[in-house]
């Protein structure tokens, strides 16, 4: 089974061809993320624009690449939201125009179930296992989900306020580094003391799992604007934000494992799985037998077709009517309702 991806909702736009929801033919992103490193976030026109003239030529290149013309193709799985309404307008339009054009079935993907669903790409050999336990994390979403098949589980938490990726933008700009935030603050960290300034643990006392990173961004504020040592250390200031986005994804993920003790496996996913603190930190939290799975590649962390095609073909095994199910493009889509769907 052939599933052409595309992906647009925000300022990238990816189309790939994955075969069995694992195995990737090809994988094509162009981003005008580097438009935006000094504007501290995406412009919407601008990134809907520069999709418009980047979309086709993406698709033809995911096909050519993986070696196939359209009638090779089963079907095509498009992201359908939540992310930037425009952008996403210009995924589900061309997706709608290649269905029409080749005869294929279209299928419309939440935008985070295809982060969840980047633990399987290049899983070929060693298959990720039911019932796990999924950390999603990106620009956009944070969120905690108890998995008991890719069409079937529970949201145990999600963020109160900001994104744990939003956190590190915005905490990027405080320090002055450019845009994206994760990257940034994970590199000046690296030559940083981790434990040189101390921040609070946010929801400590609070018995849900759910997040919040605000707290952590106005202890930063202060931290640069009355610590008056901390100008002259950022990469330490960078070092002790960095470890405590981290120590608060992990204090959730450690709550949701005591309360669910049948969990096999824990997914880290989404654009903050790709930074490595958080990986080696979580993975020492792990009980013995628990495996901690991540992307395969950084390119499957951050936003990518790939992992729309792989989300696709998941939902055509579970639940084949999909493909007769209208959608529309919708900038707000709550994954809750489709995950419950058998
Ligand atoms: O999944 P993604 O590409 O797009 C959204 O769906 O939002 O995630 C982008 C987010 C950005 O906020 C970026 O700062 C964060 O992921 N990110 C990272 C790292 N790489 C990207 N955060 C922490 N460490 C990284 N290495
Ligand atoms: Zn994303």
New binding site residues.
């Given amino acids: 089974m052939r599933i052409l991806g595309i992906e647009t909702?925000?300022d990238?736009t990816a189309a790939a061809v994955v075969e069995n929801g694992c195995v990737v033919r090809s994988n094509v992103i162009a981003s005008s993320r580097e438009r935006f490193a000094d504007k501290g976030g995406v412009i919407p026109e601008e990134a809907a624009r520069r999709q418009v003239e980047c979309i086709m030529p993406v698709i033809e290149e995911a096909l050519s690449v993986a070696g196939y013309t359209p009638s090779d193709i089963n079907a095509i799985a498009v992201t359908k939201g939540p992310?930037l309404l425009g952008s996403l307008l210009v995924g589900t339009t061309s997706a709608r125009v290649c269905s029409q054009l080749w005869g294929k079935p279209i299928i419309g993907v939440h935008?985070t179930l295809g982060?969840l669903s980047s633990i399987w790409l290049e899983a070929e050999t060693d298959q990720p296992r039911f019932p796990a336990l999924a950390l999603t994390?990106?620009?956009?979403?944070t969120e905690l989900w108890l998995r008991l098949s890719h069409t079937r589980g529970t949201l145990l938490g999600r963020t109160r306020d900001d994104?744990?990726?939003?956190a590190?933008?915005k905490g990027?700009m405080l320090l002055g580094l450019s845009?994206?935030?994760?990257?940034s603050?994970?590199k000046a960290g690296e030559t940083g003391d981790a434990s040189a300034f101390t921040f609070p643990l946010p929801l400590k006392d609070d018995p849900s799992l759910d997040f919040s990173f605000s707290g952590l961004k106005t202890a930063l504020r202060y931290i640069l604007r009355d610590e008056p040592e901390a100008s002259n250390r950022l990469n330490d200031v960078a070092a002790s934000y960095?470890r405590s986005l981290c120590a608060h994804l992990i204090d959730r993920v450690e709550r949701a494992m005591a309360k669910h003790p049948e969990i096999v496996e824990v997914h880290l996913a989404?654009?903050?799985s790709?930074?490595?603190t958080?990986r080696t930190m979580l993975q020492s939290r792990l009980p013995q037998g628990v495996q901690l799975r991540c992307p395969f590649k950084?390119a499957y962390?951050?936003?990518n077709a790939a992992m729309i095609a792989a989300a696709g073909y998941f939902l055509l095994q579970e639940t084949p009517a999909i493909t007769t199910m209208s959608f529309d493009a919708e900038a707000s889509l709550s994954l809750e309702a489709a995950m419950t769907m058998e």
């Fill in positions: 909702s925000c990238e992310g935008h982060h994390a990106s620009g956009g979403h994104a744990a990726g939003e590190f933008d990027a845009y994206p935030g994760g990257p603050i994970a960095e989404g654009g903050v790709a930074n490595k958080l950084t962390c951050t936003d």
